[in-house]
């Protein structure tokens, strides 16, 4: 009787969460099964543990108590109820232990992969990202690495220097125009240029080559393309930007724009005369004027003061009195005024000594012709035979009543000349003379066509010798060569 009351009780107890005497306690439990009846310790249901039941089991265990050890892998949770695997996203099985089938990924690999580009495969199993290539990044490994980077997710750091572009793969290094080496640090060699250094610099007078682009920064003084040009007339320096400063007439010099300054002239710019006393070029020469005159700071000519003349003013002149605004101002202008009448007179003369000549040379034609037309007309016949080798006076030539006694002709064996000893007579025009001389043998002289009038008649005349004059030895006679044909000469004057 007394057992059964006590079953009772328990039963009791446990169905209402109590224990102890006449249940009077009641079970402080969670996760359980209720308590015992008698010392009211919780039964914890699978999972749980714990006083109270109340704390979850510990990884890696399950089950009542969590007395169970679990067997899931590739970290994924134990179920600690039933100790079921839950995997981790990207894998899979009944202990998690393999990975998602390709093309797939995520919780329980229910996802499906994005299109990758650049990749070694598929996604991700477990983030469902693609698997780049060296030297692309990116969801789709459509990216190249940014400037710098380089390799495996694009982790790599470049080492190429001078702005050279790095090969986001292996590294290398593609260096800018006018650089080489490994990592783009040496400049190109003296005069080339260009890409790897390949081209020829081609500037001049000293001007730098650019290694980028060949083009030439000329140096001070020069300018063009190849810097082959001096700087423009009134330029010199950099870039021929400065503008020169000389004065004068002076020569600027396209590198430094120093002056080199004209005769008669000094000065930084060449502003400045020759100081007094000096002249000529660098103003190095002496003036050699006396009394006070004035030198010229170009030529070095002496301008004299009034009363003074000479080359050096050292002779006493003449005072020309008139209005003379001042001394330099006369001084300037006596030089050009003498020059200018000194080339004056010179044409002058010139012209008169032309025109004088001019005149002779008429007069002397003039009297050419008068000579000309006096001269006698001489002809030769041989036709006379000489026997006597003497000079004889034959007889007077017959002449008018105007006529002039002197007139004689002579004869001697070779040569019977009649000659005027003064001024011809004039002879009228209708006069025939007919002059014979014989002695064994006849000479016949015919004067004709005198013309009155002029000075000097021309006399046309015919000696006549014997045909067989060459064969009597007449020659022989007077100790002559035969080969000497004797003639007779009439002038008439």
């Known amino acids: ?49 714990g006083i109270h039941c109340d704390s979850v089991c510990t990884e890696g265990r399950w089950g009542p108590n969590c007395s169970l050890p679990c067997y899931c892998k590739n970290g994924a949770s134990c179920s600690p109820d039933d100790g079921i695997c839950e995997c981790a996203p990207g894998f899979r099985g009944t202990t998690c232990q393999r990975i998602c089938s390709p093309g797939f990924y995520g919780h329980r690999c229910s996802q499906t992969c994005p299109q990758c580009v650049h990749s ?84 001049h007078n000293g001007a730098f080559c650019s290694a980028y682009d060949g083009e030439c920064k000329c140096t001070p003084g020069w300018t063009g393309l190849y810097c082959t040009q001096r700087c423009p007339l009134g330029f010199y320096g950099k870039d021929c930007a400065l503008i020169c400063r000389c004065q004068n007439g002076a020569d600027c010099d396209h590198i430094s724009g120093q002056c ?21 070029y660098g103003c190095r020469q002496i003036c050699d004027c006396l009394n006070n005159s004035t030198c010229d700071h170009i030529t070095g000519t002496c301008y004299c003061s009034p009363g003074r003349k000479g ?66 007309a001489v002809t030769y016949t041989p036709a006379m035979r000489v026997m006597n080798a003497d000079y004889a006076i034959s007889e007077t030539l017959p002449h008018s009543s105007g006529g002039n006694a002197n007139s004689h002709y002579f004869t001697n064996p070779s040569y019977h000349t009649l000659t005027q000893c003064a ?51 007449y020659l022989n006679e007077l100790g002559k060569s035969p080969h000497f044909p004797t003639f007779t000469s009439i002038f008439v004057f």
Not at 14 to 25: F, H, M, P
Not at 125 to 147: K, M, Q, R
Not at 177 to 185: E, K, L, N, Y
Not at 441 to 470: E, H, M, S
Request: include cysteine.
């Open 120 to 203: 070694s495969g598929p996604c991700h199993h477990i983030t469902g990202l693609c698997d780049c290539l060296p030297g692309f990044t990116g969801a789709l490994c459509n990216e190249v690495c940014p400037s710098g980077r380089f390799g495996k997710n694009c982790a790599g750091i470049c080492t190429c220097t001078n702005n050279g572009t790095c090969n986001p793969i292996d590294r290398s290094c593609q260096c800018y125009p006018g650089w080489i080496g490994s990592d783009c640090s040496q400049p190109c060699p003296p005069v080339h240029w260009g890409p790897n250094c390949i081209h020829t610099c081609n500037c």
């Open 423 to 473: 001024t011809s007579p004039h002879v009228n025009n209708r006069d025939r003379m007919t002059i014979a001389k014989s002695k064994n043998n006849q000479l016949f002289v015919n004067l004709k066509n005198v013309n009155p009038g002029k000075r000097g008649p021309v006399v046309d005349y015919t000696g006549t010798l014997p045909a067989d004059w060459k064969h009597g030895g």
């Open 311 to 376: 080359a050096r003013c050292d002779q006493a002149g003449v005072i020309i009195v008139g209005n003379l605004n001042s001394l330099s101002r006369t001084s300037t202008a006596l030089p050009t005024d003498s020059y200018q009448i000194g080339a004056i007179a010179g044409i002058i003369i010139l012209v008169l000594v032309v025109l004088f000549l001019l005149a002779l040379f008429i007069i002397y034609r003039h009297k050419q012709k008068g000579k000309e037309s006096s001269m006698p």
């Open 260 to 280: 080199t300054c004209r005769t008669g002239f000094m000065g930084k710019h060449c502003e400045q005369k020759c100081p007094a006393g000096t002249y000529g």
């Open 1 to 49: 009787m007394l057992s059964a009351l006590l079953w009772m009780g328990l039963v009791l107890a446990e169905q209402d969460g109590t224990y102890g005497l006449n249940c009077a306690e009641r079970c402080d439990c969670s996760h359980a099964d209720g308590c015992h009846p008698t010392t009211g310790h919780c039964r914890c249901l699978p999972g749980w543990s």
